[in-house]
Every structure is written in C-alpha cells, then in structure tokens.
C-alpha cells in the first residue's frame, strides 16, 4: 500500500468520523480510468469487501497476481459497502472460465462483465416551434399552482448537461463526471434535454419552462455520445454515479437509461430504494421493460400505459447544448417527465413514501376524450394535497 492511499484513507475515516456526511459526500482518490476506455464486455468488475480497508491493497495485487490480469480501475462503493474493481481480459482466450475461476475465490464477493447501456431516445434538427404541448397534456401548469418542486433534489444519470444554459444555469446544483478521470465534458445533448424537461427555469422569460421548474439538479456523468448517438454509459459510470447518489441523499434518480440486466447496477438501485430514494427509469422502447425499469419499486416511465406510468415521449421541445432547443423523443423523456412529477408530489408532502408515490402516478393516469391514457400532474397534487384544485384534462 502507497503512503498516498494510507493518508487518504486515514484522512476519509477522520473526515467522516468527525463531521459525518458532507454536503457532497466523496470516496477515496482510488486508480480510475475514462469509462468510455473500459466499456467493452472483455473488462470484469469484481467486487470485495470494503470493510477491512487496511487490507484492500493486498488484496487488490494478490488478485491481480493469483489471475494474471492487470487491474485497471478500482472504486469504494460506500453505499452498498464493497470496493469495485476493474481488471481487464482482453488477453485473456476464456473469459469465461476465468470468472468461474475468480468466482472460488473467497477474497471475491461478486464477478461481472462490464454491461453497455444506451439512453433511450433520438432527436430531430425540425425548426424549433415554441410550443411545449406535454405541459398542457399533462396539466403540469395547473398543477404548479400547489408546487414547483421546490426544496426537492434529483439526481440526474445521464450524459453531461450544459451548465451555461439559460434554462439550467439556476437549477445546476452541481455535476460530476464518472466517465472522465481526468476532466469533466463541458456539456452533451441528451443529458441536457432530459435536465430541461425536468426543471428547466421559468423565471428567465426565454426557452421552455420544466415540470418542476424550482427542483435542483445534480448531473451525474454517467454515459458518454459517440459516433452521432445519444449515449452510452457503462457499469462502471453508472455504479459509481448511483453510489454517489446514494451517499448524498437525493430524492429522486432518474435513469433514462436501459440496457441488459446487471447485478451490481441492480444491488446499487435497491440500496437507493431501501434508502427511501424514489427511483424512475425509462422501460425502453419495445413492449418489455429494460433494465433497470423493470426491477421491483423502480417507476417505469413510458408513452403507454401497458409499460408503466405513461407520459409525453414524442416531439417534445427542450434544451440543446449552446443555448439552443430542439424536439426530442423517447421513453427517456417520458422519464423525465415522471420525474418532474416526482418531485412535485415531493415538495407539496414530503412525508411520502417510494410506494405511496408509486400509488399516487398510477392513480393519476387518465384519460381526456379520444386521447390515449396520460399521467396528469394537476390529478396527483389534488388527490395527495387534499385541495379543490380544478385539472382541465381530468
């Protein structure tokens, strides 16, 4: 062991012994890696226990030595209390057979290959028309006449958000990169258009207005764009994006991302639900929800209700990067739309639970005329709140 990672360590147990929880809680500077130079499925995340810390280190090179592959990344999941690390296969002819051999190995909890995961969405270039037909849709303005979200903190996995958006400026918390180990990605598309649909400032008199105008934001870097698509993330970013959720106590994560089950990634989300996170996720774009929409407790978002709690998810208006708008689509906007809800009913009662909220969006799908079934934001505050609010879609 380095005697940069003992003082960092010594320094972290000190810190959290004697203050507690920061504002924004933070693990060791372990060895990190861009996450978009791992993503391939020839990298394994193997986890061990975090408890005895001393001894993390000798494990790490006994591990590396007893297999013969070299350790690339490695990262303290605190939340869910193991220490992730990231070796890489590429060499090696079986990899099959070496998770089944590193499976016998006490020292290791868990062993995986690293999963891809795709945001669900795509964007259209049409000229920008000012007209955000999912608010009226959705009765979101009638419904801030009771809450705006205030007070309510959501953490946002995506790709990078424009922190210089007229329309986010106010709302950005903070963000963190968990693809980049050397430094953060200024501002990508898709992350942008889901922070805006979710809160998006109404105060500046220019751009759009989100469900949850007052909300704050934490963006949290977890998938990267590459080659013209809205993004991909990783087990890696995305575990240690939750974790970082997890530990700084946020009211909602919204996942508008789906991909291929994975166990960590799902030991992680049940750790923010068991937290009393809400958590929401786009189900995808086929009839099956995706992962992780479809674990238990987590609220899938979709444009039909058959798949979850259905909300606007096509040719919706929201930021671009550079100050700019444009429309976008997908189960991910419908997410953020849930989201946006989500934090509506939070501020107005903040003594709910992760089920009672559940109850509350399914209870508030309905119905106007011809149209399909639609989640309607103004139909939930008025049932929770107990008021004789007036919903123009219900």
Known sequence: MTLARLFLM????????????????????????????????????????????????????????????????????????????????????????????????????????MQSFEVSAHSYTDTLFPLQWSLDRMDVVEAHAVSTGRGVTIGVVDTAIDQAHADLARQLQDTRD????????????????????????????????GVAPDAMLIGLRACWEEDGQPGRCSSFSLARALNFAILNQVAVINLSVGGRFDPLLEDLVLAALNAGIVVVAASGETQEKVFPAAIPGVIAA?????????????????????????????????????SGVVALLLAARTDLTTFEVTQALQDAVVTSGTAMPMLNACAVLRAVTNTTMSCAQS
Request: glycine share 6%.
């Open 10 to 113: 010594m320094f972290f147990s000190l810190t959290m012994a004697t203050t507690g929880q920061a504002q924004h809680a933070e693990a060791e500077d372990w060895r990190l890696a861009d996450a978009d130079q791992i993503s391939s499925d020839k990298y394994l995340i193997l986890t061990v226990a975090l408890a005895d810390r001393a001894r993390l280190s000798a494990v790490t090179d006994g591990i590396e030595t007893t297999f013969g592959v070299p350790l690339t990344a490695e990262w303290p999941l605190q939340s869910i209390d193991v220490h992730c690390l990231v070796f890489d296969a590429t060499d090696v002819t079986d990899v099959d057979a070496l998770m089944r051999s590193m499976r016998q190995d006490v020292r290791i909890e868990t062993v995986q290959r």
């Open 178 to 209: 968990f693809v980049a180990a050397s430094s953060a990605h200024s501002a990508e598309t898709h992350g942008t258009a889901i922070a805006a649909v979710i809160a998006a400032d109404a105060t500046n008199g220019s751009g759009i207005v």
């Open 302 to 338: 979709a444009g039909l209700k058959s798949n979850g709690i259905p909300a606007p998810m096509i040719d919706v208006i929201s930021a671009a990067p550079g100050n700019r708008h444009r429309y976008v689509s997908g189960s991910s906007i419908s997410a953020a739309h849930v």
